[in-house]
């Protein structure tokens, strides 16, 4: 099975400030890659498809990069609306979640 | 609009079986496969499996391998997860996706609660 790693665990950064997470893949999953964003109570939402694809109608500040094994999230500029866990996903063989990034505002 | 809307919580007791089912409207159901995703109170989403309503093939994760059946019914376009042996680690929100490469489509969430 493919695992996925996510750091950090877990931030806390101020309004309008630039956050980063990564993910990395125990191997090679080319591109595929996903990252969604989890609120309390409520289903993922995918931000993010195929490691740097934005889904339609989320916002420009997240975006994504990275291929291979080595993958980066990023909120250009943090709104409090934001607030929420962070996933990447890879389907390159079968599906795998990473553990999650929980994203607090200072 | 798509929807996916799964059957109500269910309580069981260790060792019984969950059948979990998840009806599909606004898009063709056999054009889509559906994954299977559980989430434990205040833990992350664990992936349990898919399923290609098209052809019945099915994939599951290594862990639940032997204890998950996921099958459907196209005539009313419905994707089923059933789990058995239950142990109090299973209690889980259980959502269903439809997936193609990413997932833009979740149900609402059925919690199974496993409690002596």
């Known amino acids: 099975d493919i695992q996925m790693t996510q750091s950090p665990s877990s931030l806390s950064a101020s309004v309008g400030d630039r956050v980063t997470i990564t993910c990395q893949a125990s191997q090679d999953i080319s591109n595929y890659l996903n990252w969604y964003q989890q609120k309390p109570g409520k289903a993922p939402k995918l931000l993010i498809y195929d490691a740097s694809n934005l889904e339609t109608g989320v916002p420009s500040r997240f975006s994504g990069s990275g291929s291979g094994t080595d993958f980066t999230f990023t909120i250009s500029s943090l709104q409090p609306e934001d607030i929420a866990t962070y996933y990447c996903?890879?389907?390159?063989?079968?599906?795998?979640f990473g553990p999650g990034t929980k994203v607090d505002i200072k | 609009q798509v929807q996916l809307v799964q059957s109500g919580a269910e309580v069981k007791k260790p060792g019984a079986s969950v059948k979990v089912s998840c009806k599909a409207s606004g898009y063709t159901f056999t054009s889509y496969d559906i994954n299977w995703v559980r989430q434990a109170t205040g833990q992350g989403l664990e992936w349990m499996g898919w399923m290609n309503p098209n052809s019945g093939n099915t994939g599951y994760a290594q862990k639940f391998q032997g204890r998950v059946t996921m099958t459907r019914n196209t005539s009313i376009s419905t994707a089923y997860m059933e789990l058995s042996s239950l142990r109090s680690e299973d209690t889980a929100v259980y959502y269903c996706?439809?997936?193609?490469?990413?997932?833009?489509?979740w149900g609402q969430g059925t919690l199974v609660t496993v409690s002596s």
């Open positions: 996706a439809r997936t193609l490469g990413a997932t833009r489509y």
């Open positions: 996903q890879q389907y390159d063989n079968l599906v795998t």
